[in-house]
């Protein structure tokens, strides 16, 4: 197989990471629908910190198995943005914002007492991927950050609209999510065009990411199975 354009790689990860995005989840669908109980929106929070909690894990893996200090300067931006600088700021703290938003107690889902088996075995299979995989293949699998941006948008129209309840002032991690998914996956995906040099590497990067939105469905299925409603 001869090497993909840098076009066309481009467009192959697109095209395989949007056609399983789990925007098309059913969970995700009634989500957006405002057809989720307030039970199911608690579920959903407090098991999606579990996957919160890991991002910085997984980037900190990915540092480590680079030895180029301008992209180690790049990419450690992103523990900062998720741990913040300081306590009390960072993506991490405005999904504890989120939580008491919703109603739950932040103390438990720090203690991650509502995590689910299945949540928490997909969660850490993608820490596991990063660590297993080659440096390109790891910021491969980042690359649903293409979407994200999108889903973010919708989701605060959604949330604001039929979930009333849920303090506006709480999706403050949505909106910030849709500036910088932006940066950080076009930073991803130049570094994965530059840097995957073979048409073997170049598929081993689209089974990254296909793996990661496999993850992201696993997730949802975990709690939308649990949460399902008679």
Not at 75 to 97: F, N
Request: aromatic share 10%; glycine share 4%; with cysteine.
């Amino acid at each position: 197989m001869s090497l993909l354009s840098p076009d066309a790689f481009v467009e192959r990860l697109r095209a395989e990471g949007e056609a399983r995005y789990h925007d098309k989840h059913p969970f995700h669908v009634r989500m957006h629908a405002g057809e989720l109980s307030r039970a199911q929106i608690q579920a959903w929070v407090a098991n999606r910190y579990y996957y919160q909690t890991r991002i910085p894990v997984k980037d900190a893996l990915v540092l480590s198995k680079s030895d180029d200090p301008a992209f180690r300067r790049v990419w450690i931006r992103r523990i900062v943005d998720h741990d913040g600088e300081r306590e009390g700021e960072g993506g991490l703290a405005q999904w504890e914002r989120l939580a008491a938003g919703v109603g739950l107690d932040v103390f438990e889902v720090r203690c991650l007492s509502r995590v689910l088996p299945g949540v928490r075995f997909a969660c850490d299979a993608y820490v596991q991927l990063v660590r297993e995989r080659s440096l390109v293949e790891a910021v491969a699998s980042s690359l649903t950050e293409f979407f994200s941006p999108d889903i973010m948008a919708k989701r605060i129209v959604a949330w604001e609209t039929h979930y009333p309840w849920v303090d506006g002032e709480t999706l403050a991690y949505f909106r910030a999510r849709v500036s910088r998914a932006r940066q950080d996956s076009r930073e991803a995906i130049d570094y994965v065009v530059h840097h995957a040099r073979s048409r073997e590497e170049q598929e081993r990067c689209v089974a990254a990411l296909v793996t990661k939105t496999e993850i992201l469905w696993a997730l949802l299925d975990a709690v939308d199975r649990a949460t399902a409603e008679p």
